[in-house]
């Protein structure tokens, strides 16, 4: 078993594996440690929508033959409030930027394999639980079938998600939390349906928000606002497609209805940290932050991370220097806060929070017609969408 690389990466989600890629791309050895089996990793359905720097990414990283040619690039999206739609045309309003709908697991398919191909290698079901000596020389203590083993490395990458063992690992007096919970959560669907629009709506219905997504041209993805605390015993299929046909609905528009295969529900949360590294240790993606899913942005900040993490340790590797891994956590901040900003922004405006008819609502509205009445608006909502190239 080998027991030293350069920088171990915990987890073997969209974070962790992008990482291992750009590392091994400029010679930097690392090994990747999943406590999960390589089958649960690749079918862990979660995101869908695929920024226009994170397609581009994979482009270059080689890994995109099968994103360009089976993921939906999108142009426009649909906005509906009580039924009353807009369009916002994102690629006209951003000079050419658009999305890509393309299922997480697909991305974690193809990053795997991808990993495996060019020789770094990936231990699944092997549980970190523990990492010392984050100062100067890191080792991370793992256990696979039963065995405890010990992987002692220059550098450790903490990928390993919200409930991961890195952020704890942290000393306490390093950061300060930020946290918010929403008074909702989603109830998330996958269906043997056809899509029943070529674009995303989001909508607002005084029933609660309503999301419309696609993985193909024969599965839908589906989202309900649903109360805190609900259970999915409560949600036969017929009352779900009845409750998404009402908040979808517009006129002349009808729901595709199919077989349900998968539905969940997740709660809203945003959370963040505002230093992500101590030492030797450096967190990347859901291990540092989570935002609302309402942006589409959670994959996208976990990848943005790992473009500036791998070109950090690159530089001390190759020319000796801790200039970029002491502005990391600095450089991924902007980018995490515009995204904690928007997801804040897209979760208030498609919820239902107040009454219909009060002063809340009215505001709400008035935020939507805004969209409508002003290109400004529009544009501001395109290029947070679809991501900003540089920030
Ligand atoms: P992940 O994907 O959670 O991967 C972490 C990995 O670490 C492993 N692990 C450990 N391994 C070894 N030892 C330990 N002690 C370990 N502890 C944990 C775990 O098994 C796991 O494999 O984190 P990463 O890589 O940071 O990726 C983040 C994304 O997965 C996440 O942000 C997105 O799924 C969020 N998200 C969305 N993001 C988007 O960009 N666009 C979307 O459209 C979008 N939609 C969504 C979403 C998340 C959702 N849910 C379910 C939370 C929709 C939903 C409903
Ligand atoms: C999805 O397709 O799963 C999806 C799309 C857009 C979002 C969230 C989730 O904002």
Same mark, same amino acid.
């Given at each position: 078993?080998?027991?030293?690389?350069?920088?171990?990466?915990?987890?073997?989600?969209?974070?962790?594996l992008?990482?291992?890629?750009?590392?091994?791309? =400029?010679?930097?050895?690392?090994?990747?440690?999943?406590? &999960?089996?390589?089958?649960?990793?690749?079918? /862990?359905? /979660?995101?869908?929508?695929?920024? +226009?720097?994170?397609?581009?990414?994979?482009?270059?990283?080689?890994?995109?033959?099968?994103?360009?040619?089976?993921?939906?690039?999108?142009?426009?999206?649909?906005?509906?409030?009580?039924?009353? /739609?807009?369009?916002?045309?994102?690629?006209?309003? #951003?000079?050419?930027?658009?999305i890509?709908?393309?299922?997480? +697991?697909?991305?974690?398919?193809?990053?795997?394999?991808?990993?495996i191909?060019? $020789?770094?290698?990936?231990?699944?079901?092997?549980?970190?639980?523990?990492?010392?000596?984050i100062e100067?020389?890191?080792?991370?203590f793992?256990q =696979?079938?039963?065995?405890e083993?010990?992987l002692?490395?220059?550098?450790?990458?903490?990928?390993?998600?919200?409930?991961g063992?890195?952020?704890?690992?942290?000393?306490?007096?390093?950061?300060?939390?930020?946290?918010?919970?929403?008074?909702?959560s @989603?109830?998330?669907?996958?269906?043997?349906?056809?899509p029943?629009?070529?674009?995303l709506?989001?909508?607002?219905?005084?029933? $609660?928000?309503?999301?419309?997504?696609?993985?193909?041209?024969?599965?839908?993805?589906?989202?309900? +606002?649903?109360?805190?605390?609900?259970?999915?015993?409560?949600?036969?299929?017929?009352?779900?497609?009845?409750?998404?046909?009402?908040?979808?609905?517009?006129?002349?528009? #009808?729901?595709?209805?199919g077989?349900?295969?998968?539905?969940?529900?997740?709660?809203? /949360?945003?959370?963040?940290?505002?230093?992500?590294?101590?030492?030797?240790?450096?967190?990347?993606?859901?291990?540092?932050?989570?935002?609302?899913? #309402?942006?589409?942005k959670?994959?996208?900040?976990?990848?943005?991370?790992?473009?500036?993490?791998?070109?950090?340790?690159?530089? @001390?590797?190759?020319?000796?220097?801790?200039? &970029?891994?002491?502005?990391?956590?600095?450089?991924?901040?902007?980018?995490?806060?515009?995204?904690?900003?928007?997801?804040?922004?897209? #979760?208030?405006?498609?919820?239902?929070?107040?009454?219909?008819?009060?002063?809340?609502? &009215?505001l709400?509205?008035?935020?939507?017609?805004?969209?409508?009445?002003?290109v400004?608006?529009?544009?501001?909502?395109?290029?947070n969408?679809?991501?900003?190239?540089?920030?």
């Amino acid at each position: 078993m080998i027991d030293r690389t350069q920088v171990g990466i915990i987890g073997a989600g969209p974070a962790g594996l992008t990482l291992a890629l750009l590392l091994k791309k =400029q010679g930097v050895n690392c090994i990747v440690l999943e406590n &999960q089996s390589r089958a649960y990793c690749e079918s /862990r359905v /979660r995101a869908g929508l695929l920024e +226009q720097n994170t397609v581009d990414l994979f482009n270059e990283l080689g890994i995109a033959g099968r994103l360009n040619k089976e993921g939906l690039k999108h142009e426009g999206v649909i906005f509906s409030f009580n039924g009353e /739609r807009i369009r916002v045309p994102f690629e006209e309003l #951003t000079h050419g930027r658009s999305i890509t709908i393309y299922g997480q +697991q697909e991305v974690v398919k193809d990053l795997i394999a991808a990993n495996i191909e060019k $020789g770094v290698p990936i231990l699944f079901g092997a549980e970190v639980y523990n990492i010392k000596g984050i100062e100067t020389s890191p080792v991370a203590f793992y256990q =696979q079938d039963g065995i405890e083993h010990q992987l002692s490395c220059d550098f450790v990458a903490g990928c390993d998600g919200f409930h991961g063992i890195s952020r704890q690992t942290l000393p306490a007096d390093c950061y300060k939390t930020y946290s918010k919970e929403y008074p909702f959560s @989603w109830l998330g669907i996958l269906a043997h349906a056809e899509p029943s629009s070529d674009e995303l709506i989001y909508a607002y219905h005084e029933r $609660g928000f309503a999301l419309h997504s696609l993985r193909s041209e024969k599965v839908s993805r589906l989202y309900l +606002q649903v109360e805190n605390g609900d259970t999915i015993d409560n949600w036969n299929d017929e009352k779900i497609w009845d409750e998404l046909a009402v908040r979808l609905g517009t006129k002349g528009f #009808t729901l595709n209805r199919g077989k349900i295969f998968e539905k969940g529900i997740t709660p809203m /949360r945003s959370y963040m940290i505002d230093n992500m590294q101590y030492g030797r240790l450096f967190l990347a993606g859901d291990a540092a932050h989570i935002v609302p899913p #309402t942006g589409g942005k959670g994959l996208n900040l976990a990848v943005a991370d790992t473009r500036f993490l791998a070109e950090a340790l690159v530089d @001390w590797y190759k020319n000796e220097s801790d200039d &970029q891994l002491d502005a990391y956590s600095a450089n991924c901040l902007r980018r995490i806060w515009r995204a904690q900003d928007f997801s804040n922004f897209m #979760t208030y405006l498609f919820h239902k929070q107040a009454e219909h008819g009060s002063f809340e609502y &009215q505001l709400q509205k008035s935020r939507f017609d805004y969209i409508r009445l002003s290109v400004a608006q529009a544009t501001t909502i395109a290029e947070n969408y679809v991501g900003l190239k540089a920030i």
